[in-house]
């Protein structure tokens, strides 16, 4: 399997809420490795497309493969189980807990759950992984902090410690630097470039101007299909893109 | 905050509340009071397992105590069943039963969940007053006799209240530290993960439902171990044992000492039924002034009680 250069791949997957068809069927290859982005204007699909990869949805049509295996239709914490992570638009992490906290409780669910009777506090080692996450993030400084408590983007930044700290090898981030300064801006896009070739990206953007200089190719969404795909060079330069996505921003 | 810090703190804690069992018979105005607060207290923290620590509001509680009751007094008028034996089986039953409810109920959230668990506990409530053969129905399971309590050789006396207190007192004590060290666990803090936020477990890899349910039958552990100690004492399992206002007191002591902490639904329980007994002394009208405590106590004290005095966590 590792010899496959798509780490997920859909095939034909729709999705519809009641009569409407909120994606068409898409069918696209994630190679492994690699950042790609998801970009298209409001209402394009992209967010449904991305609920389908996360598992937040089953789709109503087609399959979805993550390493050979056919993950249609498996509940949400089993995506997890199997290595894809995520970070939600709306920040989602533990208010009431420690920066600190929050990451370790997501690197040792990952791997003890059901112990019953030890101290949570005996596993040195999720401790030293939490800290080397918030280290890459940013965040060594807060660890101590009730996470509610955080600055927006440092709770931004938290995020995609909670993501990573599942140790995926699929990530998908959901509009990361969405509400963020442009400064908190660049320095997030720096650490999301940061994360290939370890892992494979997947970055839902509304701006499409942020990816253009960090995703390697780029999949265009409109009215719930695809519009085009490739390099940030090919999409610049289609026409259709231009007309639908740059032209309404007068680009 | 480093770990040892933590540590130290607990062990104290773990002392304090030793003591404080020690010496609550001595303190209250009534001891008959000293065991039910024992009893009700484990009951409040074992409910707090599911409301407190997952953020399930179980309107069924009843069903898992009372249960429990029925079973470790069924054991011992009928199946002559030692002591303990008969104990271990009520908390079965408070499991076994959590787990049927839990199976129905688990997939329906907030009020939903209140109204399924409230309906499956006025069910086992009609079980328990038609089956009057096994049950003894509206008069409730009546004459167990427990008189002497025979451990590692020793005999004590279970009729003498002091003893009773101190037996009871033990196996609170030792059902406490299990469930603190259940809270303190990988589980306990999968647990955490559950209540703070959902969506966020879930994207981890938790299996939610799993979750709600393996506490909601650890939750109905305790709640049956609390029924059968009720049993024991009582020597009666009255049928309002079953009755949805029990499930409605759990609520309240829970509430009242501050949900989510660890100690708050015992001193909940404590300062729920020293209310009610000290009321009782000179209206049968109790409920009003204990209501209207509750009521000042959500107002003003949301967290609770004790909730308000451990409010020490720094920023």
């Known amino acids: 399997m590792n010899e496959d250069p798509a780490i997920l791949r859909t095939e034909k997957v729709g999705k519809s809420f009641g009569?409407?068809?909120?994606?068409?069927?898409?069918?696209?290859?994630?190679?492994?490795?690699?950042?790609?982005?998801?970009?298209?204007?409001?209402?394009?699909?992209?967010?449904?497309?991305?609920?389908?990869?996360?598992?937040?949805?089953?789709?109503?049509a087609g399959r979805i493969w993550f390493e050979g295996r056919d993950i249609t239709g498996l509940a949400q914490?089993?995506?997890?189980?199997?290595?894809?992570?995520?970070?939600?638009?709306?920040?989602?992490?533990?208010?009431?807990?420690?920066?600190?906290?929050?990451?370790?409780?997501?690197?040792?669910?990952?791997?003890?759950?059901?112990?019953?009777?030890?101290?949570?506090?005996?596993?040195?080692?999720?401790?030293?992984?939490?800290?080397?996450?918030?280290?890459?993030?940013?965040?060594?400084?807060?660890?101590?902090?009730?996470?509610?408590?955080?600055?927006?983007?440092?709770?931004?930044?938290?995020?995609?410690?909670?993501?990573?700290?599942?140790?995926?090898?699929?990530?998908?981030?959901?509009?990361?630097?969405?509400?963020?300064?442009?400064e908190e801006t660049q320095a997030m896009m720096t650490l999301i470039a940061g994360l290939v070739p370890a892992h494979t990206v997947i970055l839902v953007e509304h701006k499409m101007k942020l990816v253009m200089g960090i995703a390697e190719r780029v999949l265009v969404l409109h009215n719930g299909e695809v519009l085009a795909i490739g390099t940030p060079d090919d999409i610049r330069a289609n026409d259709e893109v231009r007309r639908v996505y740059l032209g309404q921003r007068a680009h | 905050m480093s770990a040892a810090f933590l540590t130290r703190a607990a062990g104290h804690r773990a002392l304090l509340a030793a003591l404080f069992l020690l010496v609550l018979p001595f303190l209250l105005p009534f001891r008959a009071t000293a065991v039910n607060v024992?009893?009700?207290?484990?009951?409040?923290?074992?409910?707090?397992?599911?409301?407190?620590?997952?953020?399930?509001?179980?309107?069924?509680?009843?069903?898992?105590?009372?249960?429990?009751?029925?079973?470790?007094?069924?054991?011992?008028?009928?199946?002559?069943?030692?002591?303990?034996?008969?104990?271990?089986?009520?908390?079965?039953?408070?499991?076994?039963?959590?787990?049927?409810?839990?199976?129905?109920?688990?997939?329906?959230?907030?009020?939903?969940?209140?109204?399924?668990?409230l309906a499956l506990a006025e069910c086992v409530y009609y079980l328990a007053y038609q089956a009057s053969g096994v049950t003894g129905g509206?008069?409730?399971?009546?004459?167990?006799?427990?008189?002497?309590?025979?451990?590692?050789?020793?005999?004590?006396?279970?009729v003498d209240p002091l003893t009773r207190y101190f037996v009871i007192a033990a196996i609170v004590a030792l059902a406490l530290a299990a469930l603190s060290r259940?809270?303190?666990?990988?589980?306990?803090?999968?647990?955490?993960?559950?209540?703070?936020?959902?969506?966020?477990?879930?994207?981890?890899?938790?299996?939610?439902?799993?979750?709600?349910?393996?506490?909601?039958?650890?939750?109905?552990?305790?709640?049956?171990?609390?029924?059968?100690?009720?049993?024991?004492?009582?020597?009666?399992?009255?049928?309002?044992?079953?009755?949805?206002?029990?499930?409605?007191?759990?609520?309240?002591?829970?509430l009242l000492g501050g949900r989510g902490t660890f100690f708050g639904p015992f001193i909940g329980a404590l300062v729920f039924l020293l209310l009610q007994n000290l009321v009782a002394l000179i209206s049968s009208h109790w409920q009003l002034p204990v209501g209207l405590v509750f009521m000042a106590c959500v107002l003003f004290f949301p967290r609770g009680l004790w909730g308000q005095v451990t409010r020490w966590r720094p920023a």
Not at chain 1, 123 to 140: I, K
Not at chain 2, 146 to 152: E, H, S, V, Y
């Open chain 2, 138 to 158: 509206e008069n409730g399971l009546r004459g167990i006799v427990l008189t002497k309590i025979d451990l590692f050789g020793l005999t004590l006396d279970f």
């Open chain 1, 77 to 182: 914490h089993r995506f997890a189980t199997l290595g894809i992570a995520k970070s939600f638009q709306i920040t989602s992490i533990f208010p009431e807990l420690t920066v600190h906290e929050n990451v370790r409780a997501v690197v040792q669910a990952r791997e003890i759950r059901l112990n019953f009777w030890r101290s949570r506090n005996a596993y040195p080692q999720f401790a030293a992984s939490a800290e080397a996450l918030l280290e890459r993030v940013g965040l060594s400084g807060r660890a101590g902090v009730i996470a509610g408590r955080l600055a927006h983007g440092e709770q931004r930044a938290l995020e995609i410690a909670l993501a990573l700290a599942s140790r995926p090898r699929l990530l998908l981030l959901d509009e990361p630097t969405a509400g963020m300064s442009p």
């Open chain 2, 38 to 117: 024992l009893i009700d207290g484990l009951f409040a923290v074992g409910f707090n397992l599911v409301y407190g620590y997952v953020g399930l509001l179980s309107f069924g509680h009843a069903a898992l105590f009372g249960g429990g009751a029925y079973a470790t007094g069924l054991a011992l008028l009928r199946l002559g069943l030692p002591w303990y034996g008969a104990l271990v089986l009520g908390l079965v039953a408070g499991a076994a039963i959590a787990g049927i409810i839990g199976v129905l109920a688990i997939r329906t959230r907030g009020i939903y969940f209140a109204m399924v668990t």
């Open chain 2, 182 to 254: 259940l809270l303190a666990s990988p589980f306990g803090a999968v647990m955490e993960m559950v209540r703070e936020n959902e969506a966020r477990a879930r994207a981890s890899g938790v299996d939610v439902r799993a979750v709600k349910m393996l506490a909601f039958v650890l939750s109905g552990a305790f709640s049956g171990l609390a029924g059968g100690l009720q049993a024991l004492h009582l020597a009666i399992v009255p049928i309002e044992t079953l009755d949805y206002s029990t499930s409605g007191m759990v609520v309240m002591m829970c």
């Open chain 1, 19 to 60: 009569r409407f068809q909120a994606l068409a069927g898409i069918s696209c290859e994630f190679h492994r490795g690699r950042l790609t982005a998801i970009i298209g204007p409001n209402g394009a699909g992209k967010s449904t497309y991305f609920n389908l990869l996360s598992g937040a949805l089953a789709p109503s």
